[in-house]
């Protein structure tokens, strides 16, 4: 794609999963691409495998290490690490403030210091992993929903706010994706993910399609649209069906 050749890009999270699969798919198309993960090994790993530039670290604090690693300008961002707490109300204060911290406020520490630059040159591209439970939810994990649901708003907040000015942002809502945080998920990933769960490389081909068409929601399992618009036209019903499933995860439990 012309539009990310040559662009300086830069992936959070990308030590394995979908950020491996996004850092990869962009090197392909000729970017240059910032290899972020707080396991710096796996980091260097995948920098090493696709001919990019590892720039370890914590997502939060990385803009201002890659830029420089880049040359001095970052032109696509890709706030892709998450972390998937399990728990409701009940979950320890630290692993809702974890959630918090890393599904929403890496987010907006970056833009905090890209948009300054962004808004000089008018363009730049912004793109949230925010999984289709920020537009449904997930059985099993209340943190997860709940900042995930938070990184949708603040992704939607920034693309009314500056797409004007040039600065496309694109939400990425995956429901199952054979990754590390899948396999973490337990029975109800088993019960709800697992069936329909696809492929990273698979996440990363739907981002170009939906980059290509300007498209603002990047849906890689397209069923996630009507289960969306059934949650907003019948929200009881909707909430009928997930409880529904809740009962048949603590029957099989």
């Known amino acids: 794609?012309?539009?990310?050749?040559?662009?300086?890009?830069?992936?959070?999270?990308?030590?394995?999963?979908?950020?491996?699969?996004?850092?990869?798919r962009f090197a392909a198309e000729g970017a240059r691409v910032a290899v972020n993960d707080l396991d710096a090994a796996k980091a260097e790993a995948v920098a090493a495998e696709i001919g990019a530039i590892a720039v370890p670290g914590d997502a939060s604090d990385v803009v201002e290490a890659a830029r420089e690693a880049l040359g001095g300008r970052v032109d696509v961002y890709c706030a892709n690490a998450g972390v998937a707490p399990s728990g409701g109300p009940e979950a320890e204060e630290e692993l809702w403030e974890t959630a918090w911290d890393v599904n929403v406020m890496a987010h907006v520490r970056a833009a905090r210091k890209l948009l300054p630059e962004w808004l000089d040159r008018g363009s730049g591209r912004f793109v949230a992993t925010v999984s289709a439970a920020g537009?449904?939810?997930?059985?099993?994990?209340?943190?997860?929903?709940?900042?995930?649901?938070?990184?949708?708003?603040?992704?939607?907040?920034?693309?009314?706010?500056?797409?004007?000015?040039?600065?496309?942002?694109?939400?990425?809502?995956?429901?199952?994706?054979?990754?590390?945080?899948?396999?973490?998920?337990?029975?109800?990933?088993?019960?709800?993910?697992?069936?329909?769960?696809i492929e990273p490389a698979q996440v990363a081909d739907a981002l170009f399609e939906g980059m290509a068409a300007g498209r603002f929601l990047i849906l890689p399992h397209p069923e996630v649209?009507?289960?969306?618009?059934?949650?907003?036209?019948?929200p009881d019903r909707w909430l009928r069906g997930m409880n529904h499933l809740q009962r048949k995860l603590e029957e099989e439990g």
């Open 225 to 234: 649209a009507d289960y969306y618009a059934a949650r907003a036209t019948d």
């Open 1 to 24: 794609m012309s539009i990310v050749r040559d662009a300086g890009v830069v992936v959070t999270g990308a030590g394995g999963g979908i950020g491996a699969a996004l850092a990869r």
């Open 135 to 197: 537009l449904l939810t997930m059985l099993g994990s209340a943190p997860y929903s709940v900042s995930k649901h938070a990184a949708l708003a603040f992704a939607e907040w920034l693309s009314l706010t500056y797409r004007h000015c040039g600065i496309e942002v694109h939400a990425i809502c995956p429901q199952g994706v054979r990754t590390d945080m899948l396999r973490g998920t337990g029975p109800a990933g088993d019960l709800v993910l697992v069936p329909t769960a």
